[in-house]
């Protein structure tokens, strides 16, 4: 048997000012290709791993032209996509292979394209129309007909943090595999719903996606050779941005349909509970000092700077969450992280324990957002100079080599604030302790993360439930999103009931042109079902970037 395994991943934030060059795609000077790939994949937790694992298990030879995975981002440039994009279709057109198995996230934008999958599978189709395609996608993605169309099987994550990738691709592999023998003929339903669930309501520890994705592993006991639910990426301007459903069957299209339908009806039922709370910054901090302080075990308070998490598209400099956090004097923090390269370049010229004053963050224009967000000014000792790289220990991307860039750690006396000058989320619990900080025994960690957090950290913490909640039970929730004043869950497209028959209004604009007509606005409280909606686009991104500036 000869298998082709490729993998393209980035999930494009349409608003973010951050670029996305070929050189992003890598942790380090960009896309892994042919055996370096293989090594640096192999044996690890990722969708990636699974392949690799699968094809050596059957004895099959292994063609991996390329690895290329980038932090989410501005649209993919062109030439970027083209250079990974031809280097997939150049190995398929080859040839002799039985079967090709796609490690994809499924919400890529580009500079000309809305579906970048969906393009790279239509030209693999249009090269080879018959080898059976596997793909596996991030629970993020936006559907598109044309990467159901040119696959043969499609599965998602079922996690959020997602610590499913390895499984999912598994998943999917094994299903190609089936069909490769002849055991199985498999068949596709998708759809999408008009719902953008706000990412801070998507974790699968929480009600609804908890139960969703739980419907969606019963399914299989009832016919489906797959079931997935996709939340969507929602800071996209595109189409079909937004939640959708897709349903593998042997042959069954039917079931499929139905187990479709039936996931889609449920997720719609509980839009509402995909809308965000929000609670201004300055309550948020205040609510995070009147609690008691951690007795010896209990874990950090967790303070989440989620609006500018560069595993959304942020840029990691804004500093208004940490500015709030000194100006009202909380103490033993420490924080993850500011991005500012040439900070970290004088923190090392100065040298360790050297006292400097610094101006970090806020270097970075944000077109989308027009709000200021100033750069700001501590003092400290340098604490730590590191080159920033560690290894995953998991249980997300386990094993998987992480690189911050330079990176310094200076500390203010109340602070010790990581200085990076790659964009890494803080996802592993060794992002803090490659760096010498035991966020186990700090008062207050500041994070910018959204959910991924819980993946490496979410145990530290005592409480991991949903941000910006208030105490519950006998211990305080431990979590506090100090930033957000919109919730989004309309989107630009036409809503489905009666009820919520209008579409949401206004034109969008961004990069990319409006796919939907501008229409008479309808105030968000003449829309039952729904307490706030998102009536404008670029608003939504504005605050999804960086809602704390304003
Ligand atoms: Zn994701």
Same mark, same amino acid.
């Given at each position: 048997m000869r298998l082709l395994i490729a993998m393209m991943k980035h999930e494009t934030n349409t608003f973010s000012p951050v670029p996305t060059p070929l050189a992003r795609f890598g942790h380090g000077p960009g896309p892994l290709y042919g055996e370096a790939a293989i090594r640096a994949y192999c044996g690890t937790?990722?969708?990636?791993?699974?392949?690799?694992?699968?094809?050596?298990?059957?004895?099959?030879?292994?063609?991996?032209?390329?690895?290329?995975?980038?932090?989410?981002?501005?649209?993919?440039?062109?030439?970027?996509?083209t250079q990974i994009t031809d280097t997939i279709c150049e190995a398929v057109a080859r040839g002799g292979f039985d079967g090709i198995m796609l490690d994809l996230h499924g919400a890529m934008v580009t500079e000309s394209l809305e579906d970048g999958e969906g393009e790279l599978l239509k030209r693999l189709r249009a090269i080879d129309p018959v080898t059976p395609i596997a793909v596996s996608l991030d629970m993020?993605?936006?559907?598109? /007909?044309?990467?159901?169309?040119?696959?043969?099987?499609?599965?998602?994550?079922?996690?959020?943090?997602?610590?499913d990738t390895y499984e999912t691709a598994q998943l999917a592999?094994?299903?190609?595999?089936?069909?490769?023998?002849?055991?199985?003929?498999?068949?596709?339903?998708?759809?999408?719903?008009?719902?953008?669930?706000?990412?801070?309501?998507?974790?699968?520890?929480?009600?609804?996606?908890?139960?969703?994705?739980?419907?969606?592993a019963a399914m299989r006991a009832e016919?489906?050779?797959?079931?997935?639910?996709?939340?969507?990426?929602?800071?996209?301007?595109?189409?079909?941005?937004?939640?959708?459903?897709?349903?593998?069957?042997?042959g069954d299209l039917k079931l499929a349909e139905e187990l479709r339908d039936e996931l889609l009806g449920r997720a719609w039922v509980e839009r509402e509970a995909f809308v965000y709370q929000i609670e201004p910054l300055q309550q948020s901090v205040?609510?995070?000092?009147?609690?008691?302080?951690?007795?010896?075990?209990?874990?950090?308070?967790?303070?989440? /700077?989620?609006?500018?998490?560069?595993a959304s598209g942020g840029t990691m400099d804004t500093t208004v969450v940490l500015a709030e956090i000194l100006r009202q004097g909380?103490?033993?923090?420490?924080?993850?992280?500011?991005?500012?390269?040439?900070?970290?370049?004088?923190?090392?010229?100065?040298?360790?324990?050297?006292?400097?004053?610094?101006?970090?963050?806020?270097?970075?224009?944000?077109?989308?957002?027009?709000?200021?967000?100033?750069?700001?000014?501590?003092?400290?000792?340098?604490?730590?100079?590191?080159?920033?790289?560690?290894?995953?220990?998991?249980?997300?991307?386990?094993?998987?080599?992480?690189?911050?860039?330079?990176?310094?750690?200076l500390d203010t006396g109340a602070a010790e604030i990581v200085l990076i000058s790659r964009h890494v989320e803080p996802s592993?619990?060794?992002?803090?302790?490659?760096?010498?900080?035991?966020?186990?025994?700090?008062?207050?960690?500041?994070?910018?993360s959204r959910i991924h957090w819980r993946a490496g950290l979410g145990p530290m913490a005592p409480t991991t439930g949903s941000c910006n909640s208030t105490r519950s039970g006998a211990r305080s929730t431990r979590s506090i999103c100090p930033t957000a004043r919109i919730?989004?869950?309309?989107?630009?497209?036409?809503?489905?009931?009666?009820?919520?028959?209008?579409?949401?209004?206004?034109?969008?604009?961004?990069?990319?042109?409006?796919?939907?007509?501008?229409?008479?606005?309808?105030?968000?409280?003449?829309?039952p079902g729904i307490r706030r909606l998102a009536p404008v686009r670029r608003e939504r991104a504005r605050h999804d970037i960086a809602d704390h500036r304003s």
């Open positions: 937790g990722t969708g990636l791993g699974a392949y690799l694992d699968l094809a050596q298990r059957e004895g099959a030879e292994i063609v991996l032209p390329i690895a290329a995975g980038a932090p989410p981002s501005r649209p993919v440039e062109d030439s970027a996509y993020h993605a936006n559907l598109y /007909d044309a990467m159901i169309a040119n696959a043969t099987v499609v599965t998602g994550y079922r996690t959020y943090p997602h610590i592999g094994e299903i190609l595999l089936r069909a490769i023998r002849g055991e199985v003929k498999p068949v596709m339903a998708w759809r999408n719903e008009p719902m953008l669930p706000h990412v801070m309501r998507q974790g699968t520890d929480d009600h609804p996606n908890k139960e969703l994705q739980h419907r969606c016919g489906a050779l797959a079931a997935s639910l996709f939340t969507g990426f929602p800071h996209a301007d595109i189409t079909n941005a937004g939640l959708s459903a897709v349903v593998v069957t042997d205040a609510r995070a000092t009147a609690m008691p302080l951690p007795q010896a075990g209990d874990g950090p308070i967790v303070l989440l /700077d989620h609006y500018d998490n560069c909380l103490e033993d923090v420490a924080v993850f992280a500011i991005y500012d390269p040439a900070a970290v370049q004088q923190t090392i010229a100065a040298g360790i324990g050297a006292q400097v004053t610094l101006s970090i963050g806020g270097k970075i224009a944000m077109p989308a957002i027009p709000a200021e967000s100033p750069p700001l000014t501590v003092t400290g000792a340098v604490k730590t100079i590191s080159n920033g790289r560690y290894r995953n220990r998991g249980p997300m991307a386990r094993g998987i080599a992480m690189d911050m860039g330079p990176t310094v750690v592993d619990l060794n992002c803090f302790i490659s760096l010498g900080i035991d966020p186990m025994q700090k008062r207050y960690v500041m994070l910018k919730s989004c869950a309309g989107s630009g497209r036409r809503l489905r009931s009666a009820a919520l028959s209008r579409p949401s209004t206004h034109r969008c604009s961004s990069a990319l042109p409006p796919r939907n007509p501008p229409v008479s606005p309808t105030p968000p409280e003449h829309r």
